[in-house]
């Protein structure tokens, strides 16, 4: 020990801490089944929906092949399934998806290793934002995929407003991030408890409150509740416009900030196990 | 420059104090043996020098920086407990990973490296669910080991090894330490092993330290005996009490130890004088377990 000499650390840049982390979870994303599963029920679900009520003898649950997408006006509140049933499901699959996937962090340990090297907790809340909001935002492309294709086969009407039909698309794409930050923020306080995270992704994933809420307030004052991520989710539908989207990245930002806040916090405060 | 510093550290969980006061020093390039019953509280002092808890109290340095300090972070190899690998990837996805997480640029070649030092790299295309607990414990020394860390928090790395696997684990880290840049804190229940490699040693109590030293302070304070066999064991024990103050039984070896004889040949000739036929004779030096299972029963 006599030849100890003065020992120099490099700071990592935001950069390369996020590259790290963000390789990690990229890495994993890629290598774990689970994730093209969950592309091929995104693809499947609606191939299945649009498929079965179409050839069925009763009347079809949908008169036009892109309501599988989003319904034609935003309906907070509907009446049948059909109204329901739409890209926004997307967002349950992810919600069950995120769980599996941080619930893996924690239950195989290796949470230790990644806050050994990142003692900067914003950088997991981000990087597993940023993951699970790709994987959805790719969920939503398998589903658009399965529902033309279904719609294809089965020769119903593709009538569409192609710009609001981009915006839409485009719009709940982009709710995935404020969707992921969710999950996320979830899934870290509730660590511990792996069906309770699934649970809670899946309550809030079907947008119960705010379909709760929307009852109770009408569906014409109901656009206050865009403030909300299932309020914007509903709103990006088939008569969208630029506006739309502006207030779906503004909501999908605000609140991807909030959560990774709180996420932050709640991480720094917390052991790891 | 010390690689870890820790002035009146403290955890507590609720009303429980896991770690009281806690002062601790562990010079660059030691081999530093933390030992201590279960639930003293090594873990969780090798865990808040991890950042992998929050200290409720008290200081932690890392060559001469705040533990919570990203520099230096990225500058730990950890094995805490068991390594952190996902079930479902092979060992080398799963090493990958790692290499990713540290952003070193060339992963493949280091993880190759890495492997072949453990003697992992036939089984890199094994799912880490189907290794061995030896198996496991060797990925994730590995894992600990990439990226060439400055400081290395190894708990319990030997459970599960065979004696291969000791021994490869003793080679690479005496190897490690060599230039004097490497430190490694390692606890372990397994003491005569962890004797054979540690430079320094912490033992920890109800969390708090109760003493450290190096290993040739721990050489000082550890006597050495004159062993001996006899065929009448009684009436060499009762010749050898009139001779010697300090004759000790060890029940599980059958030997008699005699503590303040000069050499062994004048042992030899009490028990000669006294018709007593010796057997077998040898000296030998109290080692580390007996030194620590004295101090906890409070035996000097």
Not at chain 1, 48 to 66: D, F, H, K, Q
Not at chain 1, 178 to 187: K, V
Not at chain 2, 168 to 188: A, C, N, P, Q
Not at chain 2, 204 to 227: K, N, Q, Y
Request: glycine content about 10%; proline content about 3%.
């Amino acid at each position: 020990m006599n030849n100890t000499r003065e020992i120099k650390f490099e700071s990592p840049s935001f950069y390369q801490r996020l590259r790290g982390m963000l390789g990690v979870d990229f890495y994993r994303l890629f290598h774990t089944p689970l994730y093209y599963i969950f592309l091929a029920i995104a693809a499947i679900i609606p191939a299945m929906i649009l498929g079965m009520t179409t050839v069925e003898g009763g009347a079809p649950l949908y008169s036009n092949t892109w309501n599988i997408v989003a319904a034609d006006t935003p309906l907070y509140v509907f009446n049948e399934i059909g109204e329901y049933a739409n890209m926004n499901m997307v967002f349950i699959f992810g919600g069950i998806m995120v769980s599996i996937f941080i619930g893996h962090d924690y239950g195989s340990g290796y949470v230790k290793q990644l806050f050994t090297s990142h003692p900067k907790k914003q950088d997991y809340m981000l990087s597993k934002t940023i993951t699970c909001a790709f994987s959805m935002a790719c969920m939503c492309v398998t589903y658009l995929i399965g529902g033309v294709t279904a719609g294809l086969f089965t020769g119903a009407d593709m009538t569409v407003n192609v710009g609001s039909l981009i915006i839409a698309i485009l719009g709940k794409m982009v709710m995935s991030l404020g969707w992921a930050s969710l999950y996320t923020f979830l899934n870290v306080i509730f660590r511990k408890y792996f069906g309770i995270s699934i649970a809670s992704s899946f309550f809030f994933g079907t947008g119960i409150l705010i379909i709760g809420a929307a009852a109770v307030i009408g569906n014409s004052s109901s656009a206050l509740l865009n403030i909300f991520l299932y309020g914007s989710s509903v709103n990006a539908c088939l008569s969208s416009n630029i506006f739309t989207l502006i207030i779906c990245v503004l909501v999908s930002v605000g609140w991807t900030l909030v959560y990774n806040l709180l996420g932050t916090l709640v991480l720094s405060k917390s052991d790891v196990y | 420059m010390d690689a870890i510093v820790i002035r009146n550290l403290s955890k507590s969980f609720g009303q429980k104090q896991a770690v009281s006061g806690l002062n601790m020093t562990v010079p660059a390039g030691a081999i530093y043996g933390f030992i201590g019953e279960n639930g003293s509280g090594k873990s969780t002092t090798e865990k808040m020098i991890c950042g992998l808890i929050p200290k409720s109290e008290g200081s932690i340095r890392i060559f001469g920086n705040d533990h919570t300090d990203a520099k230096v972070r990225a500058g730990i190899g950890v094995l805490i407990e068991a390594p952190g690998c996902f079930p479902g990837l092979t060992v080398w996805n799963n090493m990958m990973l790692q290499a990713t997480n540290l952003g070193l640029e060339n992963a493949e070649e280091q993880v190759r490296a890495t492997l072949k030092l453990v003697r992992m790299e036939g089984s890199a295309s094994n799912k880490y669910k189907n290794c061995s607990l030896g198996m496991k414990q060797r990925i994730g020394i590995a894992m600990a080991l990439l990226g060439d860390p400055k400081l290395l928090v190894l708990d319990e790395p030997l459970n599960g090894l065979d004696a291969d696997g000791m021994r490869i684990m003793r080679e690479v880290l005496t190897d490690i330490v060599k230039d004097g840049e490497h430190t490694v804190l390692i606890s372990s229940h397994l003491l005569p092993e962890l004797q054979k490699i540690a430079t320094h040693y912490g033992i920890i109590r109800h969390g708090r330290m109760i003493r450290e030293m190096t290993a040739e302070e721990l050489s000082e304070d550890c006597p050495t005996f004159v062993a001996l066999r006899a065929a009448d064991m009684r009436r060499a024990r009762s010749v050898l009490n009139l001779h010697y103050a300090r004759v000790e039984e060890d029940i599980e070896r059958e030997y008699l130890r005699v503590y303040d004889a000069e050499s062994p040949e004048e042992v030899v000739k009490h028990l000669y004088d006294n018709s007593v036929t010796v057997s077998e004779l040898f000296t030998e030096r109290i080692g580390l377990e007996e030194y620590y299972i004295n101090l906890m029963e409070g035996r000097k």
